[in-house]
């Protein structure tokens, strides 16, 4: 049974940061590329970054210019995204997902699997 468990959200002041983790258990990953997403109350799941399983390749949502950074683990089959100088629109519940696909990364639809979400909240 496949398994991706997120981690590591919480409340932070603006201009704070947070390390979320998601760590994946139930089947090989490695012809899969990870990818976090992002869903605030009322919108539809966007895309955030995701990460070839080698972490060769790496791609980013435009909002993020800069602040985020997506890493993985592959000997902890663990996904990382670091976030800093965060503002409270990045305020969402964060979730990471696996696709097989080698190029889609930022659509939702491509993702074959999800974790449950981490709630983020940034305070103003």
């Known amino acids: 049974q496949v398994q991706l468990v997120e981690s590591g959200g919480g409340l932070v002041q603006t201009g704070g940061s947070l390390r979320l983790s998601c760590t994946a258990s139930?089947?090989?990953?490695?012809?899969?590329?990870m990818g976090w997403f992002r869903q605030a109350p009322g919108k539809e799941r966007e895309f955030v970054a995701a990460i070839s399983w080698s972490g060769r390749n790496r791609d980013y949502a435009k909002f993020v210019t800069g602040r985020f950074t997506i890493s993985i683990d592959n000997a902890k089959n663990t996904l990382y995204l670091q976030m800093n100088s965060l503002k409270p629109e990045d305020t969402a519940v964060y979730y990471c997902?696996?696709?097989?696909?080698?190029?889609?990364?930022?659509?939702?639809?491509?993702?074959?699997?999800w974790g449950q979400g981490t709630q983020v909240t940034v305070s103003s």
């Open positions: 997902a696996a696709t097989k696909s080698g190029s889609s990364w930022s659509i939702v639809r491509e993702y074959d699997y």
């Open positions: 139930g089947r090989t990953f490695s012809s899969y590329a």
